[in-house]
């Protein structure tokens, strides 16, 4: 099983960067491949961005391609989010999951571990 713990959002004005962090739990953090997603108030999950498991391949939501950059450090258990150019529209709980799988996974569905979250809000 693993545990994860996302921190690092907050409150950021329009334009501005912040990068969230997973802490991730276990000695196979190295074997999963990790996602970011998110969730506004009344909407769906979203696919934010996803990195394979050496870091090689990442993808992208199309909303965020160019302003948000997925990595991980596998020495330190950890998958970050490094977000610039916020817009009031990324406004939203932030959440990492881990999954066995591999390739492009968008769908929350194809995920097995979630973290509780961390709320990003981006004033205009």
């Known amino acids: 099983q693993v545990q994860l713990v996302e921190s690092g959002g907050g409150l950021v004005q329009a334009g501005g960067s912040l990068r969230l962090s997973c802490a991730a739990s276990?000695?196979?953090?190295?074997?999963?491949?990790m996602g970011w997603f998110r969730q506004a108030p009344g909407q769906e999950r979203e696919f934010v961005a996803t990195?394979?498991?050496?870091?090689?391949?990442?993808y992208y939501a199309d909303s965020v391609k160019g302003r948000f950059t997925i990595s991980r450090d596998n020495a330190k258990n950890t998958v970050y989010l490094q977000m610039n150019s916020l817009k009031p529209e990324d406004t939203a709980v932030y959440y990492c999951?881990?999954?066995?799988?591999?390739?492009?996974?968008?769908?929350?569905?194809?995920?097995?571990?979630w973290g509780q979250g961390t709320q990003l809000t981006v004033s205009s």
């Open positions: 999951a881990s999954t066995s799988a591999w390739g492009d996974l968008r769908s929350p569905d194809q995920y097995d571990y």
């Open positions: 276990g000695r196979t953090f190295s074997s999963y491949t």
């Open positions: 990195i394979s498991r050496s870091a090689r391949n990442t």
